[in-house]
């Protein structure tokens, strides 16, 4: 199905789910040169009307949807809980699948809709915008270009103010919370594009429930890998104040920055062995350890900008469908993400430490 | 001894090791009205030397101190591992002893060195000078008077970044390592004065050995305690960038600040529920969750600055000494700090998370 091209030569491409990642899709299929958008589904009578008011084809069923031959993929945004059913129907039907992230909400379901996939002949694939993100492409640059010596420590955080928008993700049967939200991006980021090959040891993970006591309204998150390198993730949605986006600790340096990168710092060491420190006085007391660095043993270098194109991600998996490229967001990554998410809610359920295989 | 004060109507001290600590605890006792300082005496020739250029009397031998019958106490402030010998030695000989922190290395050491002071019927006390920093008292403030609401998460980062300036501090023998030198500093700001009564549930850590493989150059700790409350503790000496030196979170509102209080910041919400949040365009993506709140919902308020003098701890010691007060620096919090210590390096060793008991 989808195997030869619409008329322009674009594949196409329908949304099930138009809420506002669904409208994400419907800009982001809208602006590239790769697909088609032929049409909407949503269950909500307010949605398919706000579809015909932008002058959004629709469709009148999720069944119609399926009958459409046309059709390249279909890409699902719905609640994360609905992924599976729909993701199934579609792939049972021949059609290719781009759900919305999190994947969904078990690996017990990721592998059925994994097998499914195997067995129908279909691509199946997620959507995971982040890893187009300016700011994680400029820290992963940091990172690999060895600016700061051998890193050791990485610190990536997201903090709200707003707890949990009043909505379906505020539900645990509809797999609400902020790991599946958000947790899912920051992993993915470090675990699948930026450390892929890093061996992980073990995870400890706390949840927050300040605003909700269904699911997690923020969760700290320490992943231990080999070679001494830890990775902490934090979401939160209680955050006032904004610690920055990205902390990073290497040998000879450290990064610093929240979302914007123009507030965002490098410093790095141009001289370890330095003269005998003199103490500093710090509020009741005297440091040396902490006595700040003078000027002539560090340097400030400025954060390298990478262009990037979430457009990308559409490229891609128009080749993908055409069995030019490999998808970009693979089976294995999915699970990788999907377990380490479980992991973490074990970890905070038991007050352990859990080691990860 | 020491029953009898001196002819001014102070009480006479004298201080072992005249290192950096030492040097502070000279400029201490000479600055307040309750003590003098009969005279000093360390091991290494430069020190005795140092301090006869700046006409402070020294003694020539330890022999000579625990001889010199006008002390009302000795303080010692040596290597860490040199307090408890030393101890020993002045409260056998019915000396009062202050040491400085950490009060020593382990539990068992510091449970003979409570055993000593109860069997000599000598005070026995530790310099935890660190109470009295500003930046402390005002976030103990804001938190008591419930400023941001019930306190669910605070962070207490002391980071450097000249690794562990070079002397014994470096070295395991000597009981070096940033835990013990800074650890339990912040860890009994905590536990011992804004948290006392507090149960600790669990401990989990982890150490950094990046400029030093004998000791820990620092360490990460999260302490979970009853009713949802979670301390984190962190020591570095290898961050070129420092995070705030404190980050509290209440359910209405966080603080955050460095040492120096005149940069930091109070933010609290004046209205949680508000209208309908317009996603932003963060990065590659759209959030509502992450939509920075509107100044209409949220107000700043000054950090409030406390008066605090360090002097007070020699004054209560005083005090303490005449029977008139009780110490400040309990044998019981003294031991909860070395426990939680040593199951933070248990932690470390084992990768787990420890209960607390």
Known sequence: MGAVNGMNGKKNAAIVGFGGMGRWHWHQITKNEVFDLLGVYDIRPECIEYAERKGVATYSSFEEVLSDK??????IATENDQHKPLALAAMERGHNVVTEKPVTVSSAD????????????VLFTTHQNRRWDGDFLSVKKVIEEGLIGRVFNIESRVQGSRGIPGDWRGKKEHGGGMMLDWGVHL????????LPDRKIESVY????HITNSEVDDGFRMTIMMEGGMRVYVEVGTSNFIELPRWYVQGENGTVSTPWDLSQGRIVCCTNWETAEVKPIRTAAGISKTMAPRTDDTIKEVPIPLIDSDVHDFYRNLAAAIDGKATQLVTHEQLRKVMKLMETA?????????IRFN
């Open 205 to 208: 993970a706390t949840m927050d």
């Open 345 to 353: 809610f074990e970890s905070d359920r038991t007050g352990q430490a």
């Open 70 to 75: 046309r059709l390249d993929v279909i890409v």
């Open 110 to 121: 990721l592998d059925e809709m994994i097998e499914a996939s195997k067995r129908c002949g």
């Open 187 to 194: 992993l993915d980021q470090i675990v699948n594009v930026l």
